[in-house]
């Protein structure tokens, strides 16, 4: 088979990684891709967005699969645009895609549907906005404020107090800091507990759930410092033990699922829970359309099954025919990030260690770019440190023992990933 991966970042190498054991895999291509997809198979030299250029090049080549990485081309209709001219992707609709590309959607069909999740209300009016956050007490409680479309996930504020809220709500209705994406806001109730994603393949009527995994959004220690893409993830998450997975499973992700094909966006591709564990149960914070970044780097080495058959069989309908095995154990993946992350990274600093030996371990390129015989950053999340083993500890033993033989001017990573998991702190 010939399959074409469309993305270039850490989730694409370590999706590319893992389609490369399939013995069904024929070529595999990646566009743009990176220099770890590049020892992988084929680059192809355009950019997740190219739209028109990517549906034309993947018809010339006869493309047997595409895969979707990133929400950006999935909310512009790329797979609408593949599926129009006969080719087989795993990725959904521009429509299923809404689920996470207009947080206003999400929160009125999760509505419609009964999930579980914080109350809120829906803004287009700046003092209509104003006007509901007066009757908050951020003493007793709090809200967080949201973007409504896409905003590269910076497009989310939980202000401490009334002044914050304000600040944050003028900054995306009326400066535009987000554009358009901010155009509607989502004020919603505060939740607290411990955040768990649960990712699930999906032919569109078919569930199959992975391991719960969890992703660490501060950039330091200790949970401290600005949120970013996420600076590291673990898989499985003793928090999600599997009774509590296939419960949200049930609860959650398959209604989900059914009340999309329900509204006419049958879902084909990677549904992810962004999940808070309450004491009221599992509430659903976000849905994103797609592989997680870096829970994916964490996911596909306890994959036992056959990636491609999964990923064939969701863009064929049949999912329910195939079996979604993963291995016992546990792993752990480490972000090293470039001086200046998230703000402002540094690049082109020369990266040494990539070569060294590995065992239960594989280094993902994310932010990276070859300039002759070097690889450099190119990038904020510059690689993406996955490390497996029986038990998490050895998981994080081998990802970090890596992780401290690379080397670039100003890297930057958390020392401390997996850590709330190991003590068992809820
Ligand atoms: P989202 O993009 O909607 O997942 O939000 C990004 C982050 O904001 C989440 O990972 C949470 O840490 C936080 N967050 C979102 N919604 C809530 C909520 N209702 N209560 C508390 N924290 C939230
Ligand atoms: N890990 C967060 C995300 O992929 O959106």
């Given amino acids: 088979m010939k399959v074409l991966i469309v993305g270039g970042g850490g989730r694409e190498h370590a999706l590319a990684w893992k389609l490369a054991q399939s013995p069904r895999l024929g070529r595999l291509y990646t566009a743009p891709g990176n220099p ?10 355009l950019a997740a967005d190219a739209g028109p250029a990517l549906v034309d090049w993947s018809v010339t080549n006869a493309i047997d699969l595409v895969v979707i990485g990133p929400e950006a081309p999935l909310a512009a209709g790329l797979a609408d645009a593949l599926r129009g ?7 959904p609709s521009r429509a299923a895609a809404e689920i996470e590309a207009s947080k206003a959607f999400a929160k009125a069909f999760m509505r419609r549907h009964n999930l579980p999740t914080a109350r809120h209300a829906t803004f287009t009016d700046y003092y209509a906005a104003v006007g509901h956050l007066l009757a908050v007490d951020f003493e ?22 009334a002044d914050d809220a304000d600040a944050a709500l003028r900054d995306i209705m009326v400066t535009g800091a987000h554009g358009a994406a901010g155009q509607t806001v989502v004020i919603e109730e505060r939740l607290s507990g411990e955040e768990v994603s649960l990712l699930a393949f999906s032919d569109g009527t078919t569930v199959k759930a992975m391991l719960p995994a969890q992703d660490h959004k501060r950039l330091g220690d200790n949970d401290q410092g600005p949120n970013t893409g996420g600076m590291g993830a673990i898989a499985p998450t003793p928090l999600c033990p599997p009774a509590l997975t296939e419960q949200i499973t049930v609860t959650i992700l398959q209604p989900a699922i059914d ?6 966006r049958p879902f084909v591709g990677v549904l992810y829970a962004g999940l808070m564990l309450t004491p009221a149960g599992p509430q659903v914070l976000e849905f994103n359309c797609r592989f997680g970044d870096p829970e994916t780097e964490a996911l596909m080495p306890l994959l036992e099954s056959d990636l491609l058959d999964i990923l064939a069989a969701c863009a064929d309908g049949r999912l329910a025919e195939v079996d979604v095995r993963w291995r016992a154990g546990a792993a752990a993946c480490v972000i090293l990030a470039a001086a200046g992350y998230p703000a402002a990274p540094e690049t082109g600093r020369a990266i040494r260690g990539l070569n060294q030996p590995l065992d ?14 070097e690889v450099v ?10 490390g497996w083993g029986a038990n998490l500890k050895d998981a994080l033993g081998q990802a970090y023992q890596v992780a401290s033989g690379i ?10 990933i997996g850590q709330r998991a190991l003590r068992g702190i809820s």
């Fill in 407 to 416: 080397h670039f001017d100003g890297v930057q990573y958390r020392h401390d």
């Fill in 140 to 161: 007793r409680s709090g809200v967080v404020i949201k973007a409504s479309g896409l905003a590269a996930g910076k497009g989310v504020v939980v202000p401490e107090c």
């Fill in 377 to 386: 950053t190119a990038g904020g999340r510059v690689l993406a440190v996955t």
């Fill in 259 to 264: 009340g999309l094909r329900a509204e006419g």
């Fill in 360 to 373: 239960q371990a594989v280094i993902y390129h994310a932010g990276t770019r070859q300039v002759g015989d």
């Fill in 36 to 45: 770890g997809t590049a020892s992988l198979g084929v680059t192809v030299p």
């Fill in 85 to 91: 001219r006969g080719l087989r992707v795993f990725g």
